[in-house]
């Protein structure tokens, strides 16, 4: 258990759809990384929060949001939901300095 | 821009025997390299990571990996594979001075036959 967490588990939506993930990074991590995972791009970094504060972006579509609230845990919102967005959504964090990331179990989202 | 090659989506080998995942990069200056490993339905698993120093990096489960700068190579090695190490292995990149967001390879399911 990496003390990352993440909900839901798995989430099952339509085309059209807008949902929010949910991420708790370890104790103490002010950095919070969104990873997604398919079968056709592999591992892809979505963004980067420091903080309350947007560091990086990687592949991010316009229809994806995300933001870190205060008590550090990140919400990654995917809206006007394509099939294609049907992936695993990982999130890590990391301690500050350090370059080890430590990621939760992901949630699955299918969009039908 | 920084990439990882992961030229074999799968190695089988024996329980016993020796393993090793390939891994190359690419990137501008010098790295810093990680490899992750994936578990069927879990997130991944840090293993180890290569930032300074000793070539020689040693991990968790018994795992180690060898930085090759001439060779731009980070090759996960263990000397006797358990049936246990069966999973899903990722190399990952990001170049030092960078932003911290990794760079992953495609991965490789490595099977340890019994």
């Known amino acids: 258990d990496s003390g990352v967490t993440q909900t839901p588990k798995h989430l099952i939506t339509a085309t059209g759809q807008r949902v929010t993930l949910r991420c708790s990074p370890r104790s103490g991590d002010l950095s919070v990384y969104w990873y997604q995972q398919s079968l056709d791009q592999g591992l892809q970094f979505l963004i980067q929060y420091y903080n309350g504060e947007e560091r990086a972006k990687g592949n991010i579509l316009e229809r994806f949001s995300a933001q870190q609230f205060p008590d550090l845990h990140s919400e990654l919102n995917l809206s006007s939901l394509e099939l294609g967005d049907s992936a695993l959504y990982f999130c890590?964090?990391?301690?500050?300095?350090?370059?080890?990331?430590?990621f939760g179990p992901g949630t699955r989202l299918t969009v039908l | 821009a920084q990439s990882v090659a992961q030229p074999e989506d799968q190695v089988n080998v024996a329980e016993g025997n020796p393993l090793t995942v390939k891994c190359t990069y690419s990137?501008?200056?010098?790295?810093?390299l990680f490899w992750y490993v994936q578990y069927p339905n879990r997130g991944l698993q840090f293993l180890l990571k290569?930032?300074?120093?000793?070539?020689l990096v040693k991990g968790s489960y018994g795992f180690e990996a060898e930085f090759n700068k001439s060779q731009t190579s980070f090759h996960l090695k263990k000397p006797s594979a358990l049936v246990s190490d069966s999973a899903l292995y990722f190399c990952a990149v990001r170049a030092r001075g960078s932003a911290r967001q990794l760079t992953f390879g495609s991965g490789t399911q490595l099977t340890v036959l019994p």
């Open positions: 890590a964090s990391s301690v500050t300095g350090s370059d080890t990331q430590y």
């Open positions: 290569y930032i300074t120093g000793d070539n």
């Open positions: 990137v501008s200056g010098n790295p810093y």
